[in-house]
């Protein structure tokens, strides 16, 4: 009998996970240890302890900035938006140029409907990292909310630049050319972000 590929998949993560804890036990005090046992917890879903162990790296070496990143990340993924931000702005602190941190507190400012500072951080992302496709689309959202109607369609253009099936890009910009009233434009990556499968039917009034 043939194994599915997930299930091998998810045989060598609990064996990695396993070898990890198991190193742990005789260096306690591996901030890389801790910092790959948390993304493997990361991977399993197990998002609590994968918080735990990331902050068990920073414990052991405050100066690892991508654990601060990632656990910004799992913290957005439980919805403790604060404590997402100030993860990722530990991180920046002690480098400036990580992408991903500044593209994750965008995307924590946008949901908390800060637009101003979404742009902010946003912009600060795809300065470092042009082709980052979350921080284009935080970017596309926030300058949406905003009221910058033609740089919301310009960051939703640079996605599709680079990724031409972008579902996500598709709609945002048929949503952002609706309102500079480019009917026929938005009708054609409306329908293109539908047959990409975007969930058009849970967002009301984009009947274009």
Same mark, same amino acid.
């Given at each position: 009998?043939?194994?599915?590929?997930?299930?091998?998949?998810?045989?060598?993560?609990?064996?990695?996970?396993?070898?990890?804890?198991?190193?742990?036990?005789?260096?306690?005090?591996?901030?890389?240890?801790?910092?790959?046992?948390?993304?493997?917890?990361?991977?399993?879903?197990? @998002?609590?302890?994968?918080?735990?162990?990331?902050?068990?790296?920073?414990?052991?070496?405050?100066?690892?900035?991508?654990?601060? @990143?990632?656990?910004?990340?799992?913290?957005?993924?439980?919805?403790?938006?604060?404590?997402?931000?100030?993860?990722?702005?530990?991180?920046?602190?002690?480098?400036?140029?990580?992408?991903?941190?500044?593209?994750?507190?965008?995307?924590?400012?946008?949901?908390?409907?800060?637009?101003?500072?979404?742009?902010?951080?946003?912009?600060?992302?795809?300065?470092?990292?042009?082709?980052?496709?979350?921080?284009?689309?935080?970017?596309?959202?926030?300058?949406?909310?905003?009221?910058?109607?033609?740089?919301?369609?310009?960051?939703?253009?640079?996605?599709?630049?680079?990724?031409?099936?972008?579902?996500?890009?598709?709609?945002?910009?048929?949503?952002?050319?609706?309102?500079?009233?480019?009917?026929?434009?938005?009708?054609?990556?409306?329908?293109?972000?539908?047959?990409?499968?975007?969930? @058009?039917?849970?967002?009301?009034?984009?009947?274009?």
């Amino acid at each position: 009998m043939v194994k599915k590929a997930d299930t091998v998949d998810k045989e060598k993560l609990s064996l990695y996970i396993k070898f990890l804890k198991q190193r742990l036990f005789f260096e306690p005090h591996s901030a890389a240890l801790h910092y790959n046992l948390g993304l493997a917890y990361s991977q399993r879903g197990q @998002v609590d302890e994968a918080i735990s162990e990331l902050k068990q790296a920073i414990e052991c070496d405050p100066a690892l900035a991508q654990a601060y @990143v990632n656990m910004g990340g799992l913290l957005f993924k439980k919805g403790e938006l604060d404590q997402c931000i100030e993860a990722n702005r530990k991180a920046i602190a002690l480098d400036p140029n990580l992408p991903m941190a500044h593209s994750n507190l965008g995307l924590a400012y946008l949901t908390k409907g800060d637009y101003e500072a979404a742009i902010e951080s946003s912009e600060k992302a795809v300065g470092i990292m042009p082709n980052l496709v979350q921080a284009q689309n935080n970017l596309a959202l926030a300058y949406l909310q905003a009221g910058r109607t033609e740089a919301s369609i310009a960051a939703s253009q640079k996605i599709l630049s680079f990724n031409e099936n972008s579902p996500s890009a598709h709609y945002n910009l048929a949503v952002a050319l609706r309102m500079v009233g480019k009917t026929e434009e938005a009708r054609e990556h409306f329908e293109r972000a539908k047959v990409l499968g975007y969930p @058009v039917d849970e967002a009301a009034g984009m009947e274009v």
